[in-house]
């Protein structure tokens, strides 16, 4: 394969183009409303109406309207764009004659509604745009292109350093700079060194790393390629959920046509450059998602954190250096080498670059996926494109970070959202769940919910995560229960601290931020449910045994 | 090896490069409390006891897996430590069921010895009483997962010195347990070699010699230093 050939595909592949495209989602969400049978059915229509030599039906990625789905977008030669939501498999017949100008009662969106207009696409700009499991269609897009630029134009440190200088962070949670750790990786010595892509996505309400799995492997594909020139590897392995079959089979789609045009493989673009990549299925346990349980378990091992230093960068798989990174890090790389870095910082805000892909789920009118530019205020997310809470009701708090995270109140809700300024209101960018709640909500029980979730994916390897969730949960219970006093909130807030500052991993170290998130901005909620202290305060927190006799 | 120096309470101390804080603590006497950490086998960092601090480290840091490094300050003591301490016992004593007055291992254990050390007299928890069950399908010994603290003691014994990778943990967070072979009743291992080096391994009473009585399992780690030295040092000799 060499550049010609890859234009070649893209020259054919827009030559083939017909006047319309019938872009049906098949993503997860929507396939889950029988997405597969519209497919079929409209092909079967296009083919009854004899329109086979103008319309093109194409299977596409997420859309990102995920609550109005499933949904069927319409490209027409000339510019104009239509939008259906809410398809049955029964709609076929009246949208593609509706193309002819026939008559259609389907509900229609709007393809300019501020969820899509407000949105900067770097990540998402394939996803409901391509066919996920055509590479064809993804080089025509561009696919490919950075891979190419950066092993024939690029010595592996201009890509470390193009990557540094655009201000690209983590996007798994932690927002470590992305150059940063390619540097340290292509730095540690070793001739055997890997790269590892992180898809095990476990917050409750995500699904952003699915979402870009299903509608564009080839773009994580084509990131780590670009990353193992970068820091010296020649082996890869996407971990992925079990959870996530379609993205699983995408991908090993994606694996298997990319081998074939000699896109991995050995000797990529004819130089030296080799890459190959394994797929590792999760079993389950959302604790996998921290780096070094995730290494135990692609290795056979129990999935279970270990103390770091040494660091993946310097001691990873097998003892090797290992560059482990998120989906979406991995998905705004090709984007950053083919547009430059100065093209990506131009996003964002000055310490927090480039776009973020947030699942707006819980209260909200428009529920789905979105990718806006770093900064954005938090208002314009839930307000403008969001639509607001349903029903009339007002926000009360949005939640982000999942269970390493905590509640933003709505007195906050013009903080722009960056990593410094989410970190400040006790809460975290994490990787991207977002989750609005509104004034029916009760804050103690969504501590408590987190708790739990915590409770029981503590892998239960160190002892504050392992017993301390399960007192903390308990002494929430409690207070929901109305049986709590004073003495038990100050245990818990104890506990909330020593389990912060004493566990192994980042799982038990975050795990009290949902409890102290809302016990800073809704305490008063923590205090209406406790009960008079019978037995007078004491500092141990046992009762006086005087006034039991009494 | 190159030497370190650094300070471990104020103290200063010469250490070898590469060994961890606890050896360095350890060689100039001072002590720091342990639980999951056993001579002899790489350590875990599970329990958290050892949580020491270092001066321009945000973090605690383990003594057991933190490498000494040149001008290090150590603290391995103050009220914010002690607290930490005490509170992870207390979270130990009722996550499982402990009852030392009936115990085999009733004063000659790690945990009870551990609590009276760092002043623990009562537990501001509420117990969980869980349900666990006692193996006693061994023909040597027994296994009490009530007293069991899920150190991985055993685990790494059998793995790393005995060979044998019998023990293994199952489960997750509070319901993690151990399991001998594919969690089969011990006395139907295959694996198991009868070694016992897991039984001397454990802190607490919950592996102990079939036919001990209350306060009657004593362990006797020089066995499995004789091994450890035997085969790190190639000298056949006893500890002390
Ligand atoms: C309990 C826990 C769960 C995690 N789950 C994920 C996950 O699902 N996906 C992810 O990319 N990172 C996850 N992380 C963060 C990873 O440990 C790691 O920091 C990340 O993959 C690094 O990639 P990045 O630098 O691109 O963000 C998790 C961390 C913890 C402590
Ligand atoms: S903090 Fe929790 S998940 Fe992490 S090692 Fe400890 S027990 Fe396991
Ligand atoms: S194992 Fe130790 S702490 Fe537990 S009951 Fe036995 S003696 Fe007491
Ligand atoms: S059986 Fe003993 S050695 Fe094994 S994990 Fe439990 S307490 Fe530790
Ligand atoms: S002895 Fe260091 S963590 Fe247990």
Redesign the pocket.
């Known amino acids: 394969m060499q550049l010609d050939d890859l234009n070649a595909i893209a020259e054919k592949e827009k030559a083939a183009a017909k006047k319309i495209c019938l872009r049906t989602c098949m993503s997860a969400g929507c396939m889950s409303s029988r997405a597969d049978v519209i497919k079929k059915n409209l092909d079967a229509e296009v083919k009854a109406q004899g329109m086979e030599a103008e319309v093109e039906v194409r299977r596409v990625g997420c859309m990102g309207f995920c609550g109005q789905g499933p949904l069927v977008g319409v490209d027409h030669d000339d510019g104009r764009e239509e939008l259906f939501e809410f398809v049955k498999p029964e709609d076929a017949p009246a949208i593609v004659s509706s193309l002819k100008g026939g008559p259609c009662d389907v509900h229609r969106g709007d393809p300019k509604h501020p969820f899509f207009a407000k949105q900067v696409k770097i990540v998402r700009a394939n996803g409901g745009i391509v066919d996920p499991e055509s590479i064809e269609d993804y080089i025509a897009v561009g696919g490919y292109q950075a891979l190419h630029q950066a092993l024939t134009e690029l010595k592996p440190a201009e890509v470390v350093e193009a990557i540094t200088k655009s201000g690209l962070r ?5 927002g ?1 700079p ?1 150059g940063l ?1 390619w540097g340290t990786v292509a730095k540690s010595a070793g001739n055997k060194k890997y790269v590892v892509c ?1 898809g ?4 409750p309400g995500a699904f952003m ?1 699915r979402s870009v799995l299903e509608s564009d492997p080839h773009l994580v594909l084509e990131g780590m390629a670009i990353a193992a020139y970068a820091v010296g590897a020649d082996q890869g392995f996407l971990y992925v959920r079990a959870e996530y079959p379609l993205a699983i089979s995408r991908l090993q789609i994606a694996i298997k046509q990319a081998k074939q045009l000699g896109l991995l493989g050995g000797g990529i673009f004819e130089t030296p450059f080799i890459f190959n990549v394994d797929i590792r299925i999760g079993a389950g346990a ?2 996998c ?3 070094t349980a995730l290494m135990a378990s692609v290795e056979g091992k129990r999935g279970t954190p270990r103390p770091r230093p040494p660091f993946p960068a310097e001691s990873g798989l097998w003892g090797c250096p290992t560059l ?4 979406e ?1 991995f998905a705004n790389i090709a984007p950053i080498i083919a547009n430059g870095a100065e093209w990506y910082a131009s996003f964002g805000t000055e310490k927090s670059k480039g776009t973020k892909v947030f699942a707006l789920t819980g209260k909200i009118t428009n529920n789905g996926l979105i990718e806006v530019p770093m900064g954005i205020p938090l208002r314009q997310i839930v307000e403008e494109m969001g639509g607001g809470a349903p029903d009339g009701r007002q926000i009360k708090s949005v939640q982000t970070g999942g269970p390493s995270g905590g509640c933003i109140p709505a007195q906050h809700l013009d903080t722009p959202v960056d990593y410094e300024s989410l970190t400040k209101l006790g809460s975290i960018m994490g ?1 991207g769940g977002m989750v609005v709640m509104d004034d029916t909500t009760n804050m103690v029980e969504i501590a408590k919910f987190y708790m739990e979730f915590c409770m029981d994916e503590s892998c239960g390897k160190c002892i504050p995560c392992r017993a301390g969730t399960v007192q903390m949960h308990n002494l929430l219970d409690k207070i929901l229960k109305r049986k709590a006093t004073a003495r038990d909130l100050a245990k818990l807030e104890e506990l909330c601290d020593m389990v912060k500052n004493t566990s192994l ?3 038990g170290q975050t795990a009290p931020n949902p409890t102290l998130s809302t016990l800073r901005f809704f305490r008063n909620e923590y205090e209406q449910l406790l009960q008079p202290d019978k037995f007078g305060p004491r500092g141990n927190g046992e009762p006086k045994k005087a006034s039991v006799a009494a | 090896m190159a030497a370190k120096t650094l300070t471990i309470d104020g103290k200063p101390i010469t250490a070898e490069e590469g060994a961890t804080v606890l050896q360095a603590a350890d060689e100039a006497g001072i002590k720091i409390p342990t639980l999951c950490h056993l001579d002899g086998v790489y350590d875990v960092g599970a329990c958290r006891l050892c949580l020491v601090e270092v001066t321009g480290v945000a973090k605690l840091l383990p003594a057991c897996t933190t490498r000494v490094a040149e001008g290090m300050e150590v603290k391995t003591d103050s009220e914010r430590l002690r607290k930490y301490r005490r509170i992870t016992l207390e979270l130990l004593f009722a996550e499982r069921n402990h009852v030392c007055a009936v115990c085999v291992a009733n004063g000659h254990c790690e945990l009870q010895t551990l609590a009276y050390s760092q002043g623990m007299d009562h537990v501001r928890y509420e117990y969980l009483f869980p349900k666990w069950g006692v193996d006693t399908t061994h023909r040597l010994f027994g296994m009490d997962h009530n007293r069991c603290v899920l150190c991985t003691r055993c685990v790494r014994v059998c793995w790393h010195v005995e060979g044998a990778g019998t023990k293994n943990v199952a489960g997750r967070g509070t319901r993690s347990h151990i399991i001998t072979d594919l969690a089969m009743p011990w006395g139907e291992s295959d694996s198991c070699t009868q070694c016992g080096k897991c039984v001397q391994a454990c802190p607490t009473g919950a592996l102990f010699h079939k036919g001990s009585t209350t306060g009657e399992m004593e362990r006797d780690r020089g066995k499995l230093e004789f091994i450890v030295t035997a085969r790190e040092k190639k000298q056949w000799v006893t500890a002390d």
């Open positions: 983590g996007r798994g949670g932690a470590y992305t750790k992180n095990d996505e476990g917050d790393d959302f604790v998602g921290e780096e482990i990174n998120n989906v890090t990787s991993c980042g799982l």
